[in-house]
């Protein structure tokens, strides 16, 4: 997947990775302006799957904040708005649904503007990754190889 870079103060990084052989390669930062221009320019079926993949990773973060038992309030509280992401983010992919282009990058901008204020901009971040790579990444591909 390709990192893009943007010159915000806060940034949100695709996932670090750990090797077989122990090395960890740090998650690079994320071009968002890029990633939401693009996402606004995908076709509606690629643009519906980069949203089912965002809210899918993002299911992984509840694991994460569950695994640990007791989950400790801050947690809960963390829970609470990683599913309300997933409930806008599913109910955006929803093909009957009224979303524009505009308002579907609107949306994903406002989630990551908000992970920062809840400490969940390493969850995002992934998620935007993920979603980024299966989707926008592969439509490049797509594109290059013609």
């Not at 990775?17 to 890029?34: C, H, K, Q, S, W």
């Not at 609470?80 to 009224?98: D, V, Y």
């Not at 998620?127 to 980024?132: E, G, Q």
């Amino acid at each position: 997947m390709k990192a893009h870079q943007n010159g915000t103060a806060r940034r949100l990084y695709g996932p670090t990775v750990r090797n077989a052989d122990g090395t960890v390669l740090a998650g690079e930062p994320l071009d968002v302006e890029y990633i939401l221009t693009e996402f606004e320019q995908l076709g509606a079926d690629a643009r519906s799957a980069f949203l089912c993949i965002f809210a899918h990773d993002l299911t992984v973060a509840v694991r994460t904040l569950l695994f640990d038992r007791p989950v400790p309030d801050a947690d809960l509280n963390r829970l609470w708005k990683i599913n309300e992401f997933m409930h806008q983010l599913t109910s955006c992919a929803n093909p009957r649904g009224e979303w524009s282009p505009r308002d579907a990058a609107l949306l994903v901008r406002s989630i990551i503007d908000t992970s920062f204020e809840r400490g969940l901009d390493q969850s995002v971040g992934h998620a935007l990754a993920v979603a980024s790579g299966a989707t926008i990444d592969k439509a490049e591909e797509s594109v290059a190889a013609t």
